[in-house]
């Protein structure tokens, strides 16, 4: 069974990483739908999923509120129908040293990034477990394994996304759903351009590769983890990281 | 149209693969009818599809034997 004509659910999908999944899934021929936090973010995806000729259209979500992804899932069950693939990729950074960092800079964080996925896990496991059929992965990062100095709310998240992972896959592993992290390394999108020459070079001395990753290799292995190929994997992380980090 | 009771039985004996004539009134999903945690969610949601309701999460978790999900129904959709 291909991913073919399954409907495919991923946050985060204007720009960056959730972009190249959103469009790898839609060349794979899966239905997706891409969520932004801005109506002219969802327009954007609608319009390049229509330029590339992907089924599917971008929709506004916000992935902190319980009540915008109850209705996002009930307009794409009546839309496209109940969504089997499930990319919790939407994240934030908001990074500061420990000291400095405030209760707010904590807390958007884990909301955004780990509470998100609770959220979605649960509302679309409902489907997935009638289909005896799904996938749910998250993008975690590097960082969640490494550790990085002044995002100590963010790696906290990315590697809480593993673990709850892990508990889920043996929750619904009887179901035929398999649960997983992707952990990219330092991927070439707009959160990593912010960056410094300086920072990049150091970053760069230590990947055995010697370079940034495309968005396109994360996607990837997100496409693996979809399809048929990849359906005895589940509860891990697989790292993709040029061998930045290796486990 | 049948009788809720027999709706009921009906659904529990297919979500948990066991006959029919084994669904008795006072049969305990998981100590009587081999259900595991996961199988009593799935009958939940079979339950509120049949009856085309909600049921909350702390109800749901008291609905224990099929006495117990006939009551429930009657109670609040009969």
Redesign the interface.
Known sequence: MSINGKVALVTGASRGIGAAIADHLGAEGAVIVGTATSESGAEKITARFAEKGIKGVGKVLNVTDADSVASLLKSVQEEFGTPEILVNNAGITKDNLLMRMSEDEWFDVINTNLSAIYRLSKACL?GM??ARWGRIINISSVVGSMGNAGQSNYAATKAGVAGFARALAK??G??GITVNTVAPGFIDTDMTKELSEEQKELMLSQIALGRLGQPEEIAAVVGFLASDAGSYITGDTLHVNGGMYMS | MSSIEERVKKIVAEQLGVKEEEVKNEASFVEDLGADSLDTVELVMALEEEFETEIPDEEAEKITTVQLAIDYVNANLG
């Open positions: 409902r477990m009638k929750e619904v009887s179901r």
